[in-house]
């Protein structure tokens, strides 16, 4: 089972879901102010891991496609759990993965 989710890179798919979908949603059953929200989740969190995973893609020679994974699923998250004006950071995102994976080199 570890080989497959290795093969089809199962650890970008996780981290993903996880940040995108379960992290907004934990923020909000936790009751914590939107500010925070906002402010940790999005700008923090969310943008370090987007450079971070970006960079990792690119180092382990995975597909670029990968790089679209984590701004999508946050897009998802944003969609569901934040208003309007923050979908604009899922753009954000992308452009911080790709930058990471542009900038990455290869192993």
Same mark, same amino acid.
């Given at each position: 089972?570890?080989?497959?989710?290795?093969?089809?890179?199962?650890?970008?798919?996780?981290?993903? !879901?996880?940040?995108?979908?379960?992290?907004?949603?934990?923020?909000?059953?936790?009751?914590?102010?939107?500010?925070?929200? !906002?402010? %940790?989740?999005?700008?923090?969190?969310?943008?370090?891991?987007?450079?971070?995973?970006? %960079?990792? !893609?690119?180092?382990?020679?995975?597909?670029? %496609?990968?790089? %679209?994974?984590?701004?999508?699923?946050?897009?998802?998250?944003?969609?569901?759990?934040?208003?309007?004006?923050?979908?604009?950071?899922?753009?954000?995102?992308?452009? !911080?993965?790709?930058?990471?994976?542009?900038?990455?080199?290869?192993?």
């Amino acid at each position: 089972m570890t080989e497959k989710f290795r093969k089809v890179s199962g650890q970008y798919w996780l981290v993903a !879901i996880v940040v995108g979908l379960g992290l907004p949603w934990l923020l909000t059953l936790l009751s914590v102010s939107r500010f925070h929200q !906002i402010v %940790w989740l999005l700008f923090l969190v969310d943008f370090i891991l987007a450079a971070v995973l970006g %960079w990792q !893609i690119r180092r382990t020679a995975r597909t670029g %496609w990968l790089v %679209w994974l984590m701004p999508l699923f946050c897009l998802l998250g944003l969609y569901l759990f934040f208003p309007t004006y923050v979908y604009y950071l899922a753009i954000v995102d992308l452009g !911080i993965s790709y930058l990471a994976y542009g900038m990455a080199a290869q192993a």
